[in-house]
């Protein structure tokens, strides 16, 4: 039996490019962007900071800000009817 080649960032070139309008530098308030605990947010993926990212299948969901580690947030998400805490980098993410 074959071994899968690849990891988490396989299959992704279609979802992770940028729209023709999106492309460029990314703005800084976007980037510093703070949140408190509580916020409600959305996962959305810039593509062009790929530290912090979370995985493909929560792209698009909401969660909750539930702290903080260094410059990254912890975010509850329910995943597949499952209760996850991630951590996300700030710029990955969008206030709902």
């Known amino acids: ?8 960032g396989r299959k992704t070139r279609g979802w992770t490019r940028k729209n023709v309008r999106r ?3 990314i703005s800084l308030t976007k980037y510093f962007q703070t949140f408190n ?7 959305k993926a810039e593509t062009a900071v790929q530290g912090g990212m979370y995985n493909r ?4 969901k909401s969660g909750i800000i539930d ?4 410059k990254c947030y912890f975010v509850n998400v329910n995943d597949q009817g499952k209760a996850k ?4 980098h700030p710029v990955h993410l969008e206030r709902l």
């Open 37 to 43: 605990i509580g916020d409600r947010v959305t996962l």
């Open 1 to 8: 039996m074959a071994k899968r080649t690849g990891g988490s």
């Open 67 to 70: 702290g903080q580690r260094g």
């Open 85 to 88: 805490k991630i951590i996300i």
């Open 23 to 25: 492309k460029g530098k």
């Open 57 to 60: 299948r929560l792209h698009g």
